[in-house]
T-cell receptor, first 116, second 114 residues
Framework: ETGVTQSPTHLIKTRGQQVTLRCSSQ?????VSWYQQALGQGPQFIFQ???????GRGNFPPRFSGLQFPNYSSELNVNALELDDSALYLC???????????????FGPGTRLTVL | AQSVTQLDSQVPVFEEAPVELRCNYS??????LFWYVQYPNQGLQLLLK??????LVKGINGFEAEFNKSQTSFHLRKPSVHISDTAEYFC????????????FGAGTRLFVKA
């Protein structure tokens, strides 16, 4: 158990809909990263939030957006869902100290999103 | 930019045999290197990481990996595997650590047979 929780566990949506996935970071962690893991592939970095601001982004379109709250919990929002958005979405929390970010990431169990 | 290549998509091995999972990376800057394990229907768990220092890194569950800068490799090894080691293994690189823009390989499925 990493202390990182995600909800919901599974979700089914139809094309064009919007979805919000939630992540609760491990206690004391101020950084959260979101990943998309398509079936049979490795996770792909979507973005990272540090102290409630986006801190870096992978090759994902703007319809993927996020929020980080003062208690360091986080949301991933995806608008205008496409069939290819079907994947396991993972969040990972870590601790960033000024000028350094070498701490380990702790992953949640993921949310399985199916888009029909 | 960084990239990661895991050279084997599947590795079948008998219980108590040694195993090596291969990982090559490319990067124009110094990187941090990681190996993660993913059991079915679970998130990723860190096995070990290389940040600096000794090139031989020991991790959990008896795994170790060796960083080879000249060959840009970070192969994972275990001298004797167990049935419970059956899982997906991912090699990953990051230029900054802490999860920032971590790049993962496609994964290697380790299947341990009795």
């Amino acid at each position: 158990e990493t202390g990182v929780t995600q909800s919901p566990t599974h979700l089914i949506k139809t094309r064009g809909q919007q979805v919000t996935l939630r992540c609760s970071s491990q206690s004391g962690h101020n950084t959260v990263s979101w990943y998309q893991q398509a079936l049979g592939q490795g996770p792909q970095f979507i973005f990272q939030y540090y102290r409630e601001e986006e801190n870096g982004r992978g090759n994902f379109p703007p319809r993927f957006s996020g929020l980080q709250f003062p208690n360091y919990s986080s949301e991933l929002n995806v608008n205008a869902l496409e069939l290819d958005d079907s994947a396991l979405y993972l969040c990972a929390s870590s601790t960033r100290v000024a000028g350094s970010s070498t701490d380990t990431q702790y992953f949640g169990p993921g949310t399985r999103l199916t888009v029909l | 930019a960084q990239s990661v290549t895991q050279l084997d998509s599947q590795v079948p091995v008998f219980e108590e045999a040694p195993v090596e999972l291969r990982c090559n990376y490319s990067s124009s800057v110094s990187v941090y290197l990681f190996w993660y394990v993913q059991y079915p229907n679970q998130g990723l768990q860190l096995l070990l990481k290389y940040l600096s220092g000794s090139t031989l890194v020991k991790g959990i569950n008896g795994f170790e990996a060796e960083f080879n800068k000249s060959q840009t490799s970070f192969h994972l090894r275990k001298p004797s595997v167990h049935i419970s080691d059956t899982a997906e293994y991912f090699c990953a690189v990051s230029a900054q650590g802490g999860g920032f823009k971590t790049i993962f390989g496609a994964g290697t499925r380790l299947f341990v047979k009795a």
